[in-house]
C-alpha cells in the first residue's frame, strides 16, 4: 500500500492509529482518580509530541542516514517559527501559507548553512553547525531585533497590517490561527464515565502533517537516494571512488531535514502564534539529538518515541512535587517516608532532568540502538520462547 | 596508443621526490602489473591516476581525455574503478545493497534524487546486481551483512563491485596484501577468470612475485620514483638490473 512493503505499510499504520487514538491512548486514567496527572492526552502537550515527532523525524533523515551530527537544527525550527509569525502578521491568519512560508525559508537556510558546513565532516561539521545556530540565535537575540522583537519574541500584535482578514477582531482582541476558519484553539471535549477526553483542531492538523511526513521520510528511506546516504554514511571514501558525488547527496538531506525543522517551527508559531529567540538556542538543538538517539537513530519510528518521551517526561515528570510522593509513601512508617521522599526528592520536579540523564545514559550504554532495540530484545525474547516452546529451533534476524 | 597513457609525470612531497619522471602505457585488454621495492612511488602513482593526488608534471590520459584536476567520482565515471589494498565496502549493508550501490552511483553518480523510488522496484539494477553476485560465487551470500564476511570474501566483494560498474580499467592496489596463501590463490583464480571472461584493462600494483607472474602481460619494475624497466614477465625475471633493485631480496 502506499507504494511501501507490507512491513512498512503496518509500521505506518500503526503510527496512525497512535497519532490519531491519542487522546485516548495518552488518557489512561479518569480525571479525578489519584493517576490522573500522569494523563497526558491534553491537546498543548500532544501538539508537542507531534511536532517534535516531526523535527526528530527530520533530523533522523541526516543524523541517521548519512551520518551527519547537527548540532544546530534548533535554528531552522526558530527561522521556521519566525517566518509563520510573520506570515499572521502581516498575511493572514490561516496556517496553510504561514507553514508553506516556513519551510521554504527553512529551506533556503538550511540550502546556506549546509553548503558552508558541508565541507568538514565529522566533528567539525558538528561545531561548524554549532555555530551557526548560536550565530542565529544571537542575531535574533540583537542585531535582527527588528524582525524578531529580540528578547521579547515576536508576537501578534493589535495593529498588524494584515492583508486578508482584520487587525483586530469586534471585539478587540488579536485574532486566532486557523485553518479556513477551523480555530486551532478549539476543542471538542468528550466526558465518558469519569474520564474527559479533548479532541483538538490543533492537534490533528499536527498530527495528519506529521503523518504525511513520516510517510514521505520511509519512502525516502527506502529509496535509491536513502540507499545512497546509508553507503555515504558507511564508507565515504569508498563512494568517492564509486562514481558518487557525495556532496549534492548529503545537502539535499541537509536541506530536507532542515525543512523539516521549519515545518516543525510553523507548526509550533500556528498552534501558539509567538516566535522567541530561545527556540534556536544550542540546548534545543541538543534535545533533538537526545530524542533521535534515545528512540533509535537511523530508524524510523526510533525519532517519534524519542520525541514522546522526553516531551512526556519534561511536562509531567516535572510537575511531581514532595507533597504527591508524600501522598504515595503515606502508608510507610513517618521516618522511612521522609526518607524515601528525600531520597526521590532530587529526580522529580525541577529534577526531571536527572532522571532523563540517567535513563539516557543506561539506554546509550546498554541499548545503543535505542528504544527501538529494546523493543526488538523483547519481541526477540518472546519469539524464542514460543518457539521452543513448540520444539522449533530459535531463529533470529538480524536487526536493521 | 594505449588506454592509459602516463607521460613524465612527477611528484614531490617536500624533500621526497616520489615520482621522478614515470612514463607508462597500458595497453587495452591487457593486465600491467606495476612491481617495486618499498617507497618505490607505486601507491603515489595510482593516487595520481585516481584523482586522489595531482602530479607537479606531466600529464595522464585515459581513452585521449586528460584526467589530471578531476575528482575521483569523476575519473570513475570516465570507466575508472580501483580495488583497495584493504577492501573498503559498505560494511553495514548487505551483500546485494554493496553491488547495488555502485550501479547507482553509475546511473545516478553526479546527482539525481530518485528520493521516492524504491530500491526494491528497481528491478534493472536488482537483476544486475545478482547477476553479478552469481558470476563471483557470492549469490548465496546476497543477504549478509557485509561485514560479517571473511577477508576473502570481502576482496571478492569489492572485485564484484568494481566489475559490475564495467569499468575499462580496473586499478588494484595490492590485492592479495596480508592473506594467507590459500586466499592469494582464491583472489588470483579470481583475476584470471575475470580476465578470460571480460574484455578488461587490469593494471595491478603488486608486491606478491607469485601474484605477478601467474597474471601480468606486461610488467613495469619501478625503483625510486622512476621506472626502470618495462617488458613481458619472462624477460624481466632474467633481468640483471631487475634482479639488482628488486628481485635480489624475493624469492623467486
Known amino acids: ?400 | 596508443m594505449g588506454i592509459l597513457e602516463v607521460k613524465g609525470v612527477g611528484k614531490r612531497f617536500g624533500g621526497l621526490q616520489a615520482l621522478g619522471d614515470v612514463n607508462l602505457s597500458v595497453q587495452e585488454n591487457t593486465v600491467h602489473a606495476i612491481i617495486g621495492p618499498n617507497g618505490a612511488g607505486k601507491s603515489t602513482l595510482l593516487n595520481c591516476l585516481v584523482g586522489k593526488l595531482i602530479p607537479d608534471t606531466g600529464s595522464v590520459m585515459f581513452d585521449g581525455q586528460s584526467v589530471l584536476g578531476r575528482s575521483p567520482h569523476e575519473i570513475n565515471q570516465m570507466g575508472i574503478s580501483r580495488v583497495f589494498q584493504t577492501p573498503e565496502i559498505f560494511a553495514d549493508l548487505t551483500v546485494l545493497e554493496n553491488v547495488m550501490i555502485p550501479c547507482f552511483a553509475r546511473r545516478d553518480g553526479s546527482f539525481r534524487m530518485h528520493a521516492f523510488g524504491s530500491v526494491v522496484n528497481e528491478s534493472d539494477m536488482l537483476q544486475k546486481a545478482e547477476t553479478m553476485l552469481d558470476d563471483v560465487n557470492m549469490l548465496s551470500k546476497a543477504h549478509l551483512h557485509a561485514g560479517s564476511l571473511s577477508r576473502g570474501d570481502k576482496r571478492r566483494l569489492e572485485m564484484a563491485m568494481c566489475l559490475v560498474q564495467e569499468p575499462r580499467l580496473l586499478l588494484l592496489d595490492e590485492p592479495t596484501a596480508g592473506m594467507a596463501r590459500a586466499d592469494t590463490n582464491n583472489t588470483i583464480d579470481l583475476l584470471k577468470e575475470i580476465k578470460t571472461k571480460r574484455d578488461i584493462t587490469m593494471c595491478i600494483i603488486e608486491h606478491d612475485m607469485h601474484v605477478v607472474f601467474s597474471l601480468a602481460d606486461r610488467i613495469t619494475v619501478l625503483a625510486q620514483g622512476t621506472p626502470l624497466v618495462e617488458d613481458t614477465p619472462q624477460n624481466i625475471k632474467g633481468h640483471p638490473k631487475v634482479r639488482e633493485a628488486y628481485l635480489g631480496e624475493a624469492q623467486v
Open chain 1, 1 to 400: 500500500m502506499f507504494g511501501l512493503n507490507k512491513k512498512d505499510t503496518s509500521l505506518l499504520l500503526v503510527v496512525a492509529a497512535l497519532t490519531l487514538f491519542a487522546p485516548f491512548i495518552l488518557n489512561p486514567f479518569p480525571t479525578d482518580s489519584g493517576l490522573a496527572q500522569f494523563n497526558a492526552g491534553y491537546p498543548d502537550l500532544m501538539q508537542r509530541f507531534v511536532i517534535f515527532g516531526i523535527f526528530a523525524v527530520g533530523f533522523n533523515i541526516l543524523f541517521g542516514l548519512t551520518g551527519y551530527l547537527s548540532f544546530g537544527h534548533a535554528a531552522f525550527l526558530g527561522v521556521g517559527s519566525y517566518s509563520a509569525v510573520w506570515m499572521f502578521k502581516l498575511l493572514s491568519m490561516n496556517v496553510i501559507p504561514a507553514i508553506i512560508l516556513s519551510v521554504i525559508v527553512a529551506g533556503l537556510f538550511a540550502l546556506l548553512i549546509g553548503f558552508v558546513s558541508l565541507r568538514r565532516s565529522g566533528i567539525y561539521f558538528s561545531i561548524l553547525t554549532l555555530a551557526f545556530a548560536q550565530m542565529s540565535f544571537n542575531l535574533a537575540y540583537s542585531v535582527l531585533t527588528p524582525i524578531t522583537n529580540g528578547e521579547t519574541g515576536l508576537q501578534l500584535t493589535l495593529d498588524d497590517p494584515r492583508i486578508l482578514g482584520v487587525s483586530a477582531t469586534a471585539d478587540g482582541s488579536i485574532p486566532v490561527t486557523s485553518l479556513f476558519g477551523l480555530e486551532m484553539r478549539s476543542t471538542y471535549e468528550m466526558a465518558v464515565g469519569g474520564w474527559n477526553f479533548q479532541f483538538s483542531a490543533g492537534y490533528y492538523l499536527c498530527a495528519i502533517i506529521m503523518l504525511v511526513s513520516f510517510y514521505i521520510a520511509v519512502r525516502i528511506f527506502r529509496s535509491p537516494f536513502g540507499l545512497m546516504l546509508r553507503a555515504v554514511k558507511c564508507n565515504q571514501n569508498r563512494m568517492r571512488y564509486t562514481g558518487l558525488n557525495t556532496r549534492p547527496y548529503t545537502l539535499a538531506a541537509f536541506v530536507i531535514s532542515g525543512m523539516y525543522a521549519g515545518l516543525a517551527g510553523g507548526l509550533m508559531a500556528s498552534m501558539d502564534p509567538l516566535a522567541g529567540a530561545e527556540r534556536m538556542q544550542w540546548t534545543a538543538s541538543g534535545e533533538v539529538v537526545l530524542m533521535t538517539i534515545l528512540g533509535g537513530a537511523g530508524t524510523l519510528i526510533g525519532p517519534v518515541l524519542g520525541a514522546g518521551f522526553i516531551k512526556y517526561f519534561e511536562n509531567i515528570f516535572s510537575k511531581i512535587n514532595d507533597n504527591v510522593l508524600h501522598q504515595w509513601f503515606s502508608w510507610l512508617p513517618d521516618g522511612i517516608e521522609d526518607f524515601v521522599v528525600f531520597i526521590i526528592h532530587p529526580f522529580i520536579g525541577k529534577g526531571w532532568h536527572l532522571t532523563l540523564g540517567i535513563l539516557f545514559m543506561l539506554v546509550v550504554i546498554y541499548l545503543p540502538g535505542g528504544l527501538v532495540e529494546g523493543g526488538q530484545r523483547i519481541s526477540r525474547l518472546f519469539k524464542k520462547n514460543k518457539s521452543s516452546d513448540d520444539g522449533a529451533a530459535a531463529k533470529t534476524t538480524p536487526a536493521e
